[in-house]
């Protein structure tokens, strides 16, 4: 346990004894974190006008699907157009509308024609007429009109709602979460240099020549970086609250854990790739392009929507935590919450134990 402690503090204190470095750290990700989130604020704007994407509906006039449409509310967004079934399909072939609804009746799903190439708009139709068959025909029209629900199904109705926490998200609040994760990604550099040092060097060839167990000597160094770079997370994470305003949510211990679960998979990512290349140029250009590209496809950078890809892309890294994070902050299914957070401790912990390994077999 000596020996552990004793790699462990070499390892903390060799990390942090570059003060400009640890200042670059930290300031780095609280910097990005502002200068998105104002100058981008704009795009979680309640009231950004989005204009009015042009749709076309095949209904009856008087249909629950068109007094839904010419909702004063649902005219923000949409410019409609009625038409048959055959003309629908040609606009949206040729990009002339959004998005195509056709009416299949009370009780029956809306049929949504998209084009191939979706606009922005063709995303917030979609979402649109989600709501309206998730919420029924029925109960829209009541609710529109004032009515009493019961009278409409007869029976008793509970209706529940899950606010997002207890504001809008804004865009520094949105850009603190996924920049902070996509630092915590880039932290496993940490790792990598006190691996590379401590088993690659000079100084890694005396301390493997000293009484030191390899056990010791590997899980002290892997120990130092993890705490290392966790606290540098740490440190982002309270000046974003403190300074910024920013709002974790009320279920902070989840949002530590899975901060912390980010940190343990990119520190034995790194490990694992110096111990296996013994070249730094070598990682650190497999790191920076395979971070960046998982912080592009779980939307890090500006929410993106892949359509079908979303199905695979919500398995990188930084989706699974956002998936935590967000949900724990504003409300989200706590069933994919929960597999999300196994999913990922689960990938830094086979990491840490491939690192572990060879790692050993490299201290031989």
Avoid at 17 to 46: C, H, K, N, Q, W
Avoid at 78 to 90: G, I, R, S
Avoid at 196 to 206: A, D, F, P, V, Y
Avoid at 300 to 323: C, E, K
Wanted: glycine share 8%; hydrophobic share 55%.
């Amino acid at each position: 346990m000596m020996r552990f402690l004793s790699t462990f503090t070499m390892g903390f204190k060799y990390l942090w004894r570059d003060p400009i470095m640890v200042i670059i750290l930290i300031a780095f990700p609280i910097a990005i974190i502002l200068l998105l989130g104002t100058a981008l604020d704009t795009m979680f704007s309640a009231e950004a006008d989005f204009g009015t994407a042009p749709i076309a509906v095949v209904a009856e006039a008087d249909s629950h699907l068109a007094t839904f449409l010419h909702y004063d509310g649902i005219q923000h967004f949409f410019e409609v157009e009625f038409t048959d079934l055959a003309q629908a399909e040609k606009m949206v072939a040729a990009g002339d509308v959004s998005a195509a609804f056709v009416d299949q009746g009370l009780g029956q799903p809306v049929l949504v024609l998209m084009p191939s190439h979706r606009d922005y708009m063709a995303q917030v139709a979609l979402a649109v007429i989600d709501s309206y068959q998730q919420i029924g025909a029925a109960a829209t029209i009541a609710i529109m009109g004032g009515r009493d629900i019961l009278s409409i199904f007869g029976t008793e109705v509970t209706i529940t709602s899950q606010p997002l926490g207890t504001r809008i998200p804004s865009a520094l609040d949105y850009y603190a979460v996924t920049m902070l994760i996509m630092i915590l990604l880039y932290t496993g550099l940490n790792g990598m240099e006190l691996f590379h040092k401590g088993l690659l060097s000079e100084t890694g060839n005396r301390m493997r020549l000293s009484p030191i167990g390899k056990p010791a000597l590997i899980g002290g160094l892997l120990a130092a970086s993890t705490v290392t770079s966790f606290v540098q997370g740490m440190i982002t994470f309270v000046f974003t609250a403190a300074v910024y305003g920013v709002y974790w949510g009320e279920r902070i211990p989840l949002v530590i854990l899975t901060l912390f679960a980010m940190v343990l998979f990119s520190q034995a990512l790194c490990i694992l790739l110096i111990v296996v290349f013994r070249s730094r140029n070598i990682v650190a250009g497999i790191t920076q392009t395979l971070f960046f590209v998982t912080t592009f496809i779980s939307g890090g950078h500006v929410p993106i929507n892949f359509g079908d890809l979303d199905r695979i892309f919500r398995f990188a890294p930084n989706a699974l935590a956002h998936t935590v994070i967000f949900g724990a902050i504003y409300g989200g299914d706590e069933a994919w919450m929960t597999t999300s957070l196994i999913i990922l401790l689960g990938m830094a912990a086979v990491l840490a134990g491939m690192s572990f390994i060879f790692g050993r077999r490299r201290a031989a």
